[in-house]
């Protein structure tokens, strides 16, 4: 390879680093540093986005809609300009084949590098999947690409600091324990459904031409950035009203009478699954119903399905993975939030 050739690569590389800890820094570390001194003198960080401190979620309406989806809007649109940012950035500036290189592979340490890349992110599901879409169409391996994308919520250190700080760190250490074969287990289990000879080319396009000078990388970011916005954020934010309109529908009257009954943590489960919520959000969203007298086990059910999918980010990557894949892994989380109120429950923990 030319020297120059190289040596343009590797600015490029340091230009996206500079804006993934830039703007990491920004958007998440500094803030959630902050947060983190507030959780723990206070035992709290915040409302709960679902409902407040009501019982239940307001009835199905257009206010309902806009309401939440205003006040999920106003808690996550930098993270969501970051990750656009970062998964144009990635096809502009990250040559392919260094991408392939790092997590193309289809072995389980490409999964792992997907996973422990995911850690200092700290991103909700939706504004992880701009990223993770970059990441696919250079060449990452489905599981490498699915271990990123749930490593973001569900590792999430400032997320499981929250957690011991405001629910009790036993709530943290089921977190973990369920949250790190969540991670890697539904990695390698992309890997194993997409087939190991599959090439990727066969589920994506082929990846953008390389730039070769300054502006060529301007305009082809420029470019992506603009195509990926267009692309996911009209149907995300038609989805995020659909669920804030009809959240009360999936989140019912929350009080003593949701016990630890199977079909409520089953049930329960299911809708954390589909809902949308921003980073750290099911924190206070547990705790407020705790406070209602809402079962442990619904409650942890919740705790492991609100953060890594929802209906929006599934929607979001469906042309980025397989729809068995997808629809896999949603039944997959359902599972874990399923186990995870079996093991509350029979732990009697509060």
């Known amino acids: 390879m030319p020297a120059a050739s190289q040596t ?12 993934a800890v830039a703007g990491l820094f920004y958007v998440k570390w500094h803030p959630y540093y902050g947060r983190a001194f507030t959780a723990a003198a206070q035992h709290s960080i915040g409302h709960s986005i679902l409902m407040g401190d009501a019982a239940s979620a307001p009835a199905p309406s257009w206010s309902a809609a806009l309401g939440y989806a205003l ?6 649109w930098q993270a969501m300009v970051l990750g656009l940012l970062l998964g144009s950035g990635v096809q502009a500036l990250l ?17 792992l590098a997907g996973g422990l890349l995911a850690v200092p992110g700290m991103m909700c599901t939706c504004c992880a999947a701009p990223v993770v879409v970059g990441l696919r169409r250079h060449q990452a391996a489905p599981g490498a690409s699915i271990a990123f994308w749930l490593g973001n ?7 499981l600091v929250f957690t011991g700080f405001v629910l009790g760190w036993h709530w943290t250490l089921l977190r973990l324990a369920l949250g790190i074969p969540m991670v890697f287990g539904l990695g390698h289990l992309a890997n194993r459904l997409t087939g190991p000879g599959q090439p990727v080319a066969l589920v994506l396009p082929a990846s953008e031409p390389e730039p070769r000078s300054f502006v060529e990388v301007i305009t082809l970011w420029a470019r992506i950035f603009v195509r990926m916005t267009v692309r996911l954020i009209p149907e995300y934010i038609i989805i995020v009203l659909l669920l ?20 409520w943590i ?11 919520i921003p980073t ?35 929607t979001m ?15 997959s989380v359902v599972a874990f939030g399923v186990l995870a109120g079996a093991i509350a429950s029979a732990l009697g923990m509060r």
């Open 153 to 159: 919520t569900v590792l999430n250190p400032a997320t």
């Open 244 to 263: 804030g309109a009809t959240r009360a529908w999936m989140f019912p009257h929350i009080g003593p009478e949701i016990g630890d009954q199977w079909f």
């Open 95 to 111: 040559p392919a084949n260094w991408v392939a290189r790092a997590l193309g592979g289809r072995g389980f340490g490409s999964v």
């Open 317 to 331: 990557l469906g042309r980025s993975f397989p729809l068995r894949l997808l629809v896999t892994i949603a039944l």
């Open 266 to 276: 089953v049930g329960l489960a299911v809708a954390g699954m589909l809902f949308v």
């Open 8 to 19: 343009s690569r590797t600015a490029r590389f340091f230009v996206f680093l500079l804006l």
């Open 71 to 76: 006040a999920y809007g106003k808690a996550i």
């Open 280 to 314: 750290a959000g099911e924190v206070p969203i547990v705790q407020a119903m705790l406070a209602l007298g809402l079962g442990v086990g619904p409650a942890a059910a919740l705790l492991m399905t609100l953060p890594p999918v929802s209906l929006p980010s599934l």
